[in-house]
Structures are given as structure tokens and as C-alpha cells.
């Protein structure tokens, strides 16, 4: 995990939340949480210079310290993997990667991930909280490196339209590749049988 990226989401959203685990403490904006690892249990006046944040601007932050909404054991009965589709959307200006597991779909802020690049066995799950909600589990094997909040409210009537549209029309376009690759296979045929070559 990348510190730096981290510290970038806080100074971002000017938001720190602390949370402190059974074995490590761990940090966020409150939508992402990340376990500082290796690192011992820290006061809100230890984490400023950690996470390169100039005295002058402290005060600006907002800054809670509360008990972790999940487990932070690595593996739990109330979750599932997911896989990423390989698709990332831009909504509104909003970036988007999409997760799918167990006939469910998930969409993650891209931004999130960001602290992770170094994690290269990367794996991805849908942990169901104690309300029924769900959260992203990313792991590096099986260790536990980071829990994210699905964006998933980004959705409404105009998103379903907007994708119902991409699909009847990428569904056009394959038609139409369809369409073209059979007229180019029986043109191959045609010149295969005549020894004729195509103008």
C-alpha cells in the first residue's frame, strides 16, 4: 500500500477517520478504510507529519475516531468474490470500475484502488455488513488491504436508460460486425474459387 495515495484521498476530502482494529489501526475518509500495518497505534497529532500534512492546514481537517464497522479478519462466511469486468465508466463526470459476484453488481471510485497499484495478487469481495449493506474487501492473497464503499447510488432511472442505450446499440454495432465479417469470408470464397483478386 502507498501511504502517499492515501494521504492524498484524506487531503482531498479534508477527512480522517481512525479506526482501531484488534491488530492495527486503520485509516480513511470514511468511505475507504486502510490498515496501517507494521505501525504502532498512533494520536491524532502523530498522524499529521506521517501523512505530510502542514501544521498550518490541521485544524482545517475533520477528524473522528470511531470502532470499524466490519471485520478485519481476512476471510469471513458473509462474503464473495467478485470480479472485475474490465470496464471503467465515466458518469457525469464521476469515474466508475464495475465489479460483478453472485448476480450482483458493485461500482467502485477508481480513486480508492489507487493506494493499492503496488498490490499486484490482488483480489476483490463483497463483505455483507452486520445492517445487510455491503462493502469491497480488496486483498493481496489472503490479507485484508483495504475496505472500500460501493458507489453504487450513482444509479437512477437516467443511468438505466443511459446503459440500456449503450447496450441496443453496441448490440447494432455487433450485428453490423457480424454482418460485415460474413460478407468479407463469402468475398474470400468468391476469389478463392475464381483465382480472381479483389479490386
Same mark, same amino acid.
Given at each position: 500500500?502507498k ?9 482531498? #476530502? ?6 482501531? #482494529?484488534?491488530?492495527?489501526?486503520w485509516?480513511g475518509?470514511g468511505?475507504?478504510a ?7 497505534y ?10 505530510d500534512?502542514?501544521?498550518n492546514k490541521?485544524d ?10 466490519f471485520?478485519?479478519d ?11 469486468? #474490465?470496464?471503467?465508466i ?8 464495475l465489479?460483478?459476484g453472485?448476480?450482483?453488481?458493485f ?8 493506494p ?8 476483490y469481495?463483497?463483505?455483507?455488513l452486520e ?19 460501493p458507489?453504487?447510488?450513482?444509479v437512477?432511472?437516467?443511468?438505466i ?12 454495432i455487433l ?16 476469389m478463392?474459387?475464381? #483465382?480472381?483478386e479483389?479490386?
Open positions: 500500500m501511504l502517499k495515495d492515501v494521504s492524498a484521498l484524506l487531503r482531498a #476530502g479534508r477527512t480522517i477517520i481512525i479506526q482501531k #482494529g484488534k491488530d492495527c489501526q485509516i475518509d468511505f475507504s486502510y490498515p496501517m500495518y507494521g505501525l504502532p498512533m494520536e491524532e497529532q502523530n498522524l499529521r507529519p506521517l501523512l500534512i502542514p501544521e490541521w482545517s481537517y475533520r477528524i473522528n475516531s470511531m470502532p470499524l464497522p471485520t478485519e481476512d476471510n469471513t462466511p458473509q462474503e464473495f468474490a467478485l470480479s472485475d469486468m #474490465g470496464v471503467d465515466n458518469y457525469k463526470g464521476t469515474v466508475l470500475t465489479l460483478i453472485n448476480r450482483k453488481l461500482f467502485v471510485q477508481p480513486k480508492y484502488l489507487k493499492l497499484q503496488d498490490v499486484s495478487d490482488r483480489s469481495f463483497a463483505r455483507k445492517n445487510d449493506t455491503y462493502v469491497i474487501a480488496v486483498k493481496e492473497g489472503f490479507i485484508l488491504r483495504a475496505v472500500i464503499m458507489y453504487n447510488n450513482i437512477d432511472e437516467m443511468f436508460d443511459t446503459m440500456k442505450t449503450i447496450y441496443s446499440l453496441s448490440a447494432d450485428i453490423a460486425n457480424k454482418d460485415e465479417k460474413s460478407r468479407r469470408d463469402e468475398l474470400d470464397r468468391f478463392e474459387l475464381t #483465382g480472381s479483389e479490386a
